[in-house]
Each structure stands twice: as structure tokens, then as C-alpha cells.
């Protein structure tokens, strides 16, 4: 008797049908059309790949390309709603690792909506991690193989930083300066990877994560260059170089005050080979 799964295509096809049930994936053949993408380099990477028109929802760091700023907002992407997400009615959320709170991404894992969480990390093998994974969740293989070799090669180009970390210009990430202590960068931040991709040296970075310092440290720091990132509502590009301190810095001394978009600084997207070769012009004519 002949079995109605007795032919390969049919086997196949059941297999995916299958595996899609089973644990929540989109079969191959059946790309996701109501994305909401959470995660401003998620986003862009999703618009590299000419998948824009896919796109139901970003999240508030998704502020690149200028057209993203016109889709339906589901807010900030550690402070999500779960029911503001599925209200769009998605058929794939994508997220980029850490967003939150837990407990909302928990409801979203759980929801019966297919759901990538992209992995983060501020290297340039990182980046092209997430570019695999957003291409993957969008079933995109040969547009994510062109984007991936441009980006890398883009990355390859960028100029070996000088070997002795004392011999490259010392930087300060300067992330705020609310309540009397700046807060700076240390190792582990996105902001101590673009230093280092740009041949610079972080000046706190035997700190980890973001800290507050006090005047006396970051005189001890002597930072050549102060480093902000501009933002909607934040005047720190502006007076970075008034904070209690920086005047007794060579950085102060030398009004060396370099101010960068803040996704396209510390996105680690499609544009980072780009923002830090940007970042290492600015440092060489900052210290020339």
C-alpha cells in the first residue's frame, strides 16, 4: 500500500510542518510579514537586509534608519509591556539579548509567536553573530551572507591599534554626570570596545561596567580626550569639559571633547567599521 509520506518532498515537508509546531519556528518557506523588531542594531540590521517592509513595530533605541522613527513604538527595550507587543499581533519578535524586564520577556518566550532573542557582545565577530541570527529569524540566507562579507571586510580594513596600550591617547567615556559623580566607562562596556577598535585607551578601564568616579580619580585618570554621545535631551556634548576636575586634565587643558551619535557610537551594528575609524580621526586630530 502506498503511504501518503512515502514520497521525499512530502516527507520533507511534514518534517518542517513538524519542527515548526513543535517548537515555535517558522517553517522555511513562510517568512515572517508583522515583525516587531526590539533593539536599535537589530533594527538596522533588519533594514540592511531589505526587510524593512516586514516591520510592524520598534522599540525606542530603533532610531536608525530616520524612517524607523515612524513605525508604532512598543517603548523602551528594558522596560517592555508584554501586552503592547502582542497587541500588534507579530508573527516573529525579535529582541536583542538583554532586554527586559525578565519576567515580560518570559511572557513573550512563552506567547505563541515565534521569537529570536539576538545575541550581544562588542567585538567584531559579535557583530556578525547578530547579523547570522537576524538573517536567520528573517529566512534572508543570501542577503545575510552579502551583508556579512561587506561588514567584515569593512572591519578587516580597520588599522591595527599600536601595540603598547601607553603609546595609544587616552580616552574617558563620559556616559552622565548627574548627582556630583560622572559616570564612566569601564571594561565590559560597548563604549570600551569602540575606544579600543579606534586605537584608543580607555582610561578607567580597570573598572568594570559603568561607574561613578570622583574628582580625584578622574584627575588621576588624565584622560587626553573626553568621549560623549549626543542624545535627545542631554546637554553633556555640550559641557563635558565643566565637570569639577577635567579643567586639571589634558583633556580639559586642550578642550579635547569628542560627541558621536549614540547607536551609531555603541550600536555594534551594520556602521560600527565606519563609527570608529570616524572615532580614530577625531582622537588623532584631538591629541595632534
Avoid: W
Amino acid at each position: 500500500m502506498h503511504h501518503r509520506f512515502s514520497h521525499p518532498r512530502r516527507c520533507l515537508a511534514a518534517l518542517v510542518l513538524f519542527a515548526s509546531l513543535a517548537f515555535g519556528v517558522p517553517a522555511a518557506h513562510a517568512q515572517a510579514s508583522r515583525i516587531v523588531s526590539i533593539g536599535g542594531s537589530v533594527t538596522e540590521i533588519v533594514y540592511a537586509l531589505g526587510a524593512a517592509d516586514r516591520l510592524v513595530a520598534v522599540d525606542t533605541t530603533s532610531i536608525y534608519p530616520a524612517e524607523a522613527r515612524a513605525l508604532p513604538n512598543v517603548g523602551y527595550m528594558r522596560a517592555l509591556a508584554a501586552e503592547g507587543v502582542l497587541s500588534l499581533k507579530p508573527d516573529l519578535i525579535l529582541t536583542i539579548e538583554g532586554s527586559g524586564p525578565p519576567p515580560v520577556i518570559d511572557v513573550l518566550k512563552a506567547a505563541s509567536v515565534p521569537f529570536a532573542e539576538i545575541p550581544e557582545a562588542h567585538t567584531p565577530a559579535g557583530i556578525l553573530a547578530k547579523i547570522d541570527a537576524v538573517g536567520a529569524a528573517l529566512d534572508l540566507p543570501e542577503k545575510t551572507a552579502r551583508l556579512k562579507t561587506t561588514v567584515k571586510a569593512e572591519l578587516d580594513a580597520l588599522p591595527e591599534p599600536k601595540a603598547d596600550p601607553t603609546e595609544r591617547p587616552g580616552v574617558m567615556f563620559l556616559l552622565s554626570a548627574s548627582g556630583g559623580k560622572p559616570m564612566v566607562a569601564g571594561a565590559g562596556t560597548a563604549a570600551n570596545a569602540i575606544i579600543e577598535l579606534a586605537g584608543g585607551r580607555n582610561v578607567f578601564g580597570q573598572i568594570e561596567g559603568y561607574k561613578p568616579v570622583t574628582r580625584e580619580a578622574l584627575i588621576a585618570a588624565s584622560p587626553d580626550i573626553v568621549l560623549t554621545m549626543q542624545r535627545h535631551g542631554s546637554t553633556l556634548d555640550k559641557t563635558a569639559l565643566e565637570i569639577p576636575g577635567i579643567a586639571l586634565t589634558p583633556a580639559g587643558r586642550n578642550k579635547a571633547l569628542i560627541s558621536m551619535d549614540g547607536l551609531y557610537l555603541l550600536g555594534f551594528g551594520p556602521r560600527t567599521a565606519a563609527a570608529a575609524r570616524e572615532l580614530a580621526d577625531a582622537i588623532t586630530q584631538a591629541v595632534q
